[in-house]
């Protein structure tokens, strides 16, 4: 799974541990879930959060391995935290903190998407649509 050549190796091999903890954590999430048939527990929410973390933290340490722009590398950093965000906000009983962690989080994901379709519009000749 860590392949480089470029002196990145270290950012690879963190990337690739965050990466296989968030899989475990969803086997993790999947078994709890399913031992206990499905039902929202206390345990499912601290359960999920981790996952979230996890491939957050992987993402934006890929950022920093990887050759891109300045600017794709920091749409990726703001994707990595809003999924920190996410995560954190289930490890937090409700209060503001939470509120704004949620509020990051979805802001991020609209904008995010919002670039990659007005790109994709941008890119698009109209008049040659089928």
Sequence with gaps: MVKSKSGHAPLYL???LFFILSVAGIVALLGTDIRHHFNFSPLHQKLDAWPLIMIGLSYIVLQFAIKQ??????????????FLCWGSEQ?????????????????IFVVDVSY???????KTDIANLP
């Excluded at 722009?69 to 809003?82: C, M, Q």
């Excluded at 990659?116 to 941008?122: E, S």
């Design 14 to 16: 963190i990337c690739s």
């Design 69 to 82: 722009t300045g600017t794709d590398r920091v749409k990726g950093i703001f994707l990595g935290i809003a």
């Design 91 to 107: 490890l937090l009983p409700a209060s503001p903190l939470v509120t704004i962690l949620d509020e990051g989080a979805v802001t």
């Design 116 to 122: 990659i379709i007005w790109d994709h519009l941008n």
